[in-house]
């Protein structure tokens, strides 16, 4: 028996009925509250280290949407959807950022900074020093994407629909949004919104491979 108050049935039932929205109904917007939890969902997304290297632009102009739109494969969600998400990255994690979530650390859980030094040598160590810092770039998305995953499906227990992108030009992108010289590059993006009752993809049975492919028990 479950011991959570959300019914297993109730999970199973929104994850099959989120899909990848094509086509959103541009008529209904998201309500401030389910707005303020889904933000939520992004902010309490985990990290490593903790280290949250991400930032979340909530495109809200139109005229920003309607340029973004040609970078996207011309993919209609951008402008039809009621929220639309960039998710960028810290172009390199640097010193500086390690130091910002150690004295964020200190200041929220009221304890000296010299007591987190140990920490801060430990990331240091690895992150900027060891041969991770090759890669940062690409440890930087697997986090994005733990906060695209997290929205989703923060969005499905909301009856929220989504569709995430990763069909769209990054570098455009950045220059679109005034990304360039930030520190921040364009990863992916997530149109939130609610499905039209046209959108035929809603339809179609979920294409999955079998769980005994995929999930091992050793
Ligand atoms: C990281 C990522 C990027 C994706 N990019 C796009 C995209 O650019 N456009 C699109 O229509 N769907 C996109 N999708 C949706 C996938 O095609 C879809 O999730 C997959 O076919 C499974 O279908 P379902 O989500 O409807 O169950 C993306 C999905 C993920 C996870």
Redesign the pocket.
């Known amino acids: 028996m479950s011991q959570s108050e959300i019914k297993n049935s109730t999970i199973m039932e929104k994850l099959t009925w989120?899909?990848?929205v094509?086509k959103f109904d541009t008529t209904k917007k998201i309500s401030p509250q389910d707005w303020e939890t889904l933000e939520e969902s992004l902010r309490l997304a985990p990290s490593s280290y903790g280290m949250q290297p991400w930032q979340f632009l909530v495109v809200q102009s139109p005229e920003l949407r309607k340029k973004l739109t040609p970078l996207s494969?011309g993919?209609t969600?951008i402008e039809d959807c009621s929220h639309f998400l960039v998710i960028a990255i810290k172009s390199k994690l640097d010193e500086a950022h390690i130091e910002k979530h150690i004295k964020r650390m200190a200041e929220v859980r009221k304890i000296a900074v010299s007591q987190l030094d140990g920490m801060k040598k430990v990331i240091f160590g690895d992150l900027i020093q060891g041969p991770r810092s090759a890669t940062i770039n690409f440890w930087a998305q697997r986090q994005s994407?733990i906060a695209?995953g997290f929205l989703m499906e923060t969005a499905a227990l909301l009856n929220v629909d989504t569709?995430?992108?990763?069909?769209?030009d990054p570098k455009g992108y950045d220059k679109v949004l005034n990304l360039e010289g930030t520190g921040f590059e364009t990863v992916?993006a997530v149109a939130l919104g609610y499905r039209h009752p046209e959108d035929k993809?809603q339809f179609m049975t979920?294409v999955r491979f079998e769980k005994s492919d995929v999930i091992k028990y050793l």
Not at 163 to 168: F, M, R
């Open positions: 989120r899909y990848a094509k494969w993919q969600q994407y695209m569709c995430p992108l990763e069909g769209l992916a993809y979920k």
